[in-house]
């Protein structure tokens, strides 16, 4: 099940770049993978023969990456969270450096229930750079 499965922050950030890279019927090409993750294709291999494991993703007979069911919905709520926490750590932080490193990592280290909860704690605040404060805008 969906709720109990556990992903490596590596998984997650695989994940998270074929949902972005999905455009209904025509799938993600390993090379858009390796391109947009700045990784190698046979890096891109292994991970998603370890995702279609996990019944995260299908390949068609050309090699085209598909989310199946349970992988969009899971991108979809890791994405938003990702969303949440990335924007948060910038505001924080400054810069993007290791940036989807940082964030997947948080990911990948709690329960996603337990992240979906922290984002909608974070989303409900708002960063005012002037007093570098959070303030609570609901």
Same mark, same amino acid.
């Given at each position: 099940?969906? %709720?109990?499965?556990? @992903? ?23 090379? %858009?993978?390796? %391109? ?23 390949? #068609? ?21 990702? #969303? ?11 810069? %993007?450096?290791? @940036? ?12 996603? $229930? $337990?992240? $979906? ?8 605040? $708002? ?12």
């Amino acid at each position: 099940m969906a %709720d109990t499965m556990t @992903l490596t922050a590596t998984n997650i950030r695989y994940l998270l770049a074929i949902h972005a890279l999905s455009h209904g019927e025509r799938g993600v090409r390993c090379v %858009d993978t390796a %391109d947009a993750l700045q990784v190698s294709k046979p890096s891109v291999h292994m991970m998603t023969n370890t995702l279609r494991d996990l019944k995260l993703i299908r390949k #068609d007979h050309y090699g085209a990456i598909f989310l199946t069911d349970l992988g969009r919905a899971l991108s979809a709520r890791y994405s938003r969270c990702y #969303d949440t926490l990335s924007a948060h750590f910038r505001s924080l932080l400054g810069g %993007d450096a290791e @940036l989807r490193s940082v964030t997947c990592a948080i990911l990948a280290s709690l329960p996603l $229930e $337990e992240i $979906e909860r922290m984002c909608h704690q974070l989303s409900r605040r $708002e960063y005012t750079a002037d007093t570098s404060a959070y303030v609570y805008t609901g």
